[in-house]
């Protein structure tokens, strides 16, 4: 996600900003910018890459002063580019702004500014819309005008202003994007996140919604809605760097897992609208399309794969479409009946995965419309996609990956409850109770992530496990495949899933006496089904770690252990069954001393064959 630092006082602003900025690194962007204000005006400068071309570009510069904003951009709207990177300035230059966060409502302003004043507009961003708001209410009092230009502004945004003619101020707000206020010697800063001004100031403000606030040199001044002054006690902050960037985590995994509410809450935000209508990011996808289209492929590798297959069970429960699912690295070689009647889907966090890319490619090749699924804007497979339907999951720094794998589930649903509505395949009852059922898990999964505790006490007793299997039937079979990965690819203990009615076929052979099962039991409509596959392994001696909604006695009577996820629907259940075994994964690699973020043999995205 987006980083801001702004800073204000008697030292270099450029030089203590880009020292901020590189501390941001770690979030993942893809442009930088500062602005800094002196002698009545303010300069800019910006660019897509990395830190280092910002300051190449910088050296031109032939203004420095004691005050500034400055910007690392993950794209949401708008690819990486020069123009938009932030900051963006109104067009007289008097304003300047850096902004991390959405503007559900950019497009209404945007048009409003353009068309009744005449605004010129320089970028694809939503994020310009800003500097130009509060410019047209800017009459010498930037703490005004930044009220008045929040007022019109709907989604969440962390905004830093800066004003030519006030050159000793700095205003911000704060609106479900993190902000903080950072209390110098001589100087003020503000700040995303605290490793960005942990160098110089370790007493902060940690600002709350809705909350504007006012930096000069000597004072930090923090008003709510009401433009009423408030008091806030000031935050010692004790972390050292390397732990602030994990937000006080110990590893970018477990920060990762604990985002995923806030994830899965951006990916649903503006897509779900008031009317309970879901708009698809412009996206065309009319009935009359729909209606053209044989079968969907989804293809991924990985997590994004059991993402997919996920999504099979969606799309052909919700949309009555066929769906055929495959590994990008079997699906280029085989002979796919793919032509211009498939609607190929390709999902990916990075956007970068060789395979899926050179599938993607096989796919276009045969005339296919390609939907991908990525979370990195301007990604390759975003690049080379007809259509892009991006996971707003914010930058995954670990290598094993979990909020994308829940976002990109998000991004599943949403399309499959677009596509069956669309056909009318799906009543409005149950459309209606699965877009409620999908509003409901971000707070489903903050109470689950509330059982951490109880997660790390069962992986302390499992931790030294060579072999463990996973079992789940329907929707489970698939969550059980990415808690198998999970667990392997950091805590390297073969970990295997199965279909849970495959076992007999075969794999029971290799139960016997203690041996771990982890069984994944959240389909009610297979729950008796599920029952005696437990059974079956615990007649064998197998230990039974279960997964069930909550209240299911029958299950827990039967396993070691149970730990319980909030009663949902069947369809969402995935949504909320993989964060404890992220966890569990997450507790037994840390109890083993693995490298979690970083396990060996793996990359994080990885772009070759
Ligand atoms: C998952 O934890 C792994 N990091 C890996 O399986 C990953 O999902 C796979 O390499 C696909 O990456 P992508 O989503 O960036 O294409």
Known sequence: MCGIVGYIGGGSAKRIIIDGLKRLEYRGYDSSGIALAANGRIAVEKTVGRIAALEDRMAGMDLDGHAGIGHTRWATHGAPSDANAHPHTSADGEIAIVHNGI????????????????????????????????????????????????????????????????????????????????????????????????????????????????????????????????????????????????????????????????????????????????????????????????????VACGTAYHAGLVGKYAIERLAGMPVEVDVASEFRYREPFVNDRTLFICISQSGETLDTLEALREAKRRGARALSVVNVVGSSVARESDDVFYTWAGPEIAVA?????????????????????????????????????????????ESILAQEKRVQEIAKKIYRSEQVFFIGRGPDASVALEGSLKLKEISYINSFAIAAGELKHGTIALIEQDTLVIALA??????????SNIEEVKARGARVISLAMEGDANVERQSDETIFIPRCADEVAPLLAVVPLQLLAYHIAKLRGCDIDKPKNLAKSVTVE
């Open 103 to 298: 503007i559900e409502n950019y497009l209404e302003l945007r048009e409003w500014l353009s068309g009744e004043h005449g605004v010129p507009f320089r970028s694809e961003t939503d994020s310009e819309v800003v500097a130009h708001l509060i410019r047209l209410y800017y009459e010498g009092d930037l703490l005004d005008a930044v009220f008045r230009a929040v007022g019109r502004m709907r989604g969440a945004y962390a905004i830093g202003a800066m004003a030519a003619s006030e050159p000793d101020r700095i205003v911000a707000v704060r609106k479900d994007a993190p902000l903080i206020a950072g209390l110098g010697e001589d100087c003020n800063f503000l700040a995303s996140d605290i490793p960005a001004l942990l160098k110089y100031a370790r007493t902060i403000y940690l600002l709350e919604n809705n909350e504007t606030v006012l930096v000069t040199r000597n004072e930090v001044s923090i008003f709510n809605e009401r433009r009423e002054k408030v008091k806030r006690d000031v935050y010692h902050v004790t972390w050292d760097a390397d732990a602030a960037e994990k937000g006080g985590h110990d590893h970018f995994m477990i920060k990762e897992i604990y985002e995923q509410p806030k994830g899965i809450s951006d990916t649903m935000g503006r897509r779900l609208g008031a009317d309970g209508g879901i708009r698809l990011d412009g996206i065309s996808l009319a009935r009359r399309e729909l209606e053209r289209i044989e079968r969907v492929y989804i």
């Open 401 to 445: 990956s979990t909020k994308a794998y829940t976002t990109q589930l998000v991004c599943m649903y949403l399309l499959a409850l677009y596509m069956g509505r669309e056909l009318g395949r799906l009543g409005d009852g149950e459309y209606a109770r699965l877009v409620d059922e999908l509003g409901r898990a971000p707070g489903r999964i």
């Open 522 to 531: 959240t389909q009610s409509r297979l729950a008796g089904k599920l029952l």
